[in-house]
């Protein structure tokens, strides 16, 4: 077994970078923080040691972490394919030290899903302000995850989506796209007044399958423009947008919002797995909306 400075060594030259690895090798017996100091540089966390890196004294103070979020948003209820109530999933939101949930249930057209119509919606709006009423610490948000159709327009009606605190619009369905057809589905989305978040932009499941391709840049530009915010998707079997993309989006002015999409209360933690994914690609805390409080966010979404 391996005594704790070969750990040390190895872990460095494993989680690199690389580039500076090659220039200035790890010594033995060195430790990490040894090492960075040795450098002359801050300590880099090992998942924040990527290609970004430029020179040691490059990274960042402001980049997100776990404790840095304050909303849960992209969760799923029993009003469509969630395992937990409504309820429930608010109380482990608080429980876990969170300040608001934004509950967003399937649109009407998700059947495989059991998603929501008109009439389930109102019903699930009606419970969210009972249980508001009985909190005054914790806020409950009425969102809802639309499936963007074929075309790029929204599942429901202007004036009744209009009714949703807040809009993640999804591509679920019709996934085999080219790259030209998948962009302009997606812009199309994203131009949609009513659109505040982009959910899991390529669409990929890890193990599972690729995404759809994307002009990634034209998508990014759009969100940009229209004061869409892109999601990271936190599911393990997602991690969607991918940690690459994440310094475009920020140099554009674009904000990221880390999201468990949760179907059940345990899958809240997700959020875990989307703050390391943001903090491989430098995500600076203020550049991710719900880091912010319910004010804040909702004032964002109003645009």
Request: net charge negative.
């Amino acid at each position: 077994m391996a005594d704790d400075g070969d750990f040390e060594k190895c872990w460095l030259e494993t989680t690199g970078p690389l580039h500076l690895l090659q220039k200035a090798p790890v010594q033995e017996n060195e430790t990490e923080l040894g090492y960075f100091d040795r450098l002359g540089s801050v300590y880099i966390p090992p998942e924040c040691r990527t290609g970004q890196i430029k020179d040691l004294g490059a990274f960042p103070s402001n980049v997100i972490r776990h404790q840095d979020i304050r909303g849960v948003i992209h969760a799923h209820s029993t009003y469509s394919d969630g395992l937990h109530s409504v309820k429930k999933m608010a109380e482990e939101s608080e429980r876990l030290g969170y300040s608001y949930l934004g509950i967003t249930d399937h649109s009407k057209i998700a059947v495989y899903a059991d998603g929501m119509d008109e009439e389930k919606s109102q019903q699930q709006w009606a419970e969210i302000d009972h249980l508001n009423r009985e909190k005054r610490e914790f806020t409950i948000l009425k969102g809802i995850e639309c499936d963007i159709l074929s075309d790029g327009s929204l599942d429901f009606d202007d004036h009744f989506r209009s009714g949703f605190q807040f809009v993640i619009a999804s591509v679920h369905t019709n996934i085999k796209m080219d790259i030209d057809k998948a962009t302009s589905r997606l812009i199309t989305a994203i131009e949609h007044p009513q659109t505040n978040i982009l959910g899991h932009p390529t669409g990929r499941l890890l193990l599972g399958r690729d995404g759809y391709p994307l002009h990634i840049d034209k998508v990014i530009d759009a969100c940009a423009v229209n004061q869409v915010a892109i999601e990271i998707n936190a599911n393990p079997y997602r991690l969607d947008l991918d940690w690459k993309y994440i310094q475009l989006a920020v140099d554009k002015g674009v904000q990221l919002c880390i999201n468990p999409d949760a179907h059940t209360k345990e899958s809240i933690t997700n959020i875990h797995f989307g703050v390391i994914i943001a903090r491989k690609g430098w995500l600076p805390a203020e550049s991710c909306l719900n880091t912010r409080n319910v004010d804040d966010f909702l004032a964002f979404c109003e645009k």
